[in-house]
């Protein structure tokens, strides 16, 4: 599976971007999907998680209420949609796509096993 990021941009704080994941190959439907994001200097960390099948959903707390992620398996592409986006969302958003992944794991950047190239999100106050 290769995953194309794609979305970010300069916004201002209050404002909202939506970001996209499209995925090659026929097994999208499969792959249980996130979105980490990565700021200078700090570790990178999971913002959104959803179900290959997308009956259910994880945040991070600093999210919640703000982002939404999505998918179309018809389109192969997984969303996240970013309302309400303050100066500390600036990161470098990526995707991954994981095989298997217990709800426990959905922080773990190591059980996925793929990754797209990230795409920037800066927020000027």
């Known amino acids: 599976v290769q995953l194309q990021a794609s979305g970010g941009g300069l916004v201002q704080a209050g404002g909202s971007l939506r970001l996209s994941c499209a995925a090659s190959?026929?097994?999208?439907?499969?792959?249980?999907m996130g979105w980490f994001r990565q700021a200078p200097g700090r570790e990178r960390g999971l913002v959104a998680a959803i179900r290959a099948s997308g009956d259910s959903t994880y945040y991070a707390n600093s999210v919640k209420g703000r982002f939404t992620i999505s998918r179309d398996n018809a389109k192969n592409t997984v969303y996240l949609q970013m309302n309400s986006l303050k100066p500390e969302d600036t990161a470098v958003y990526y995707c991954a796509a994981a095989r298997t992944l217990s709800p426990a794991y959905y922080s773990s950047g190591q059980y996925y096993n793929y990754w797209g190239q990230g795409t920037l999100v800066t927020v000027s106050s």
């Open positions: 190959g026929r097994t999208f439907s499969s792959y249980h």
